[in-house]
């Protein structure tokens, strides 16, 4: 991971990286924001797992 961001910041013209993760999945939460992400917004409803709906987070780091 620490490999591609480094990739994407320094040889690309791209200004930000965006992903999206379950809201409830607190691993990979405190793993994206450890690498730098933050979470930009909340996506209500976004995922249907067996019948139920769960909320997800875009998470977004800016390059300079």
Known sequence: ???????????SRFKRVELV????????VDFF???GF???AVLKKHTERNGEY????LMVMFFQ
């Open 54 to 57: 769960f909320d997800d987070f």
């Open 38 to 40: 933050e979470i930009e």
């Open 1 to 11: 991971m620490e490999f591609l961001l480094n990739k994407l910041k320094f040889t």
């Open 33 to 35: 924001r450890n690498q």
């Open 21 to 28: 993760v379950n809201s409830d999945n607190r691993r990979a």
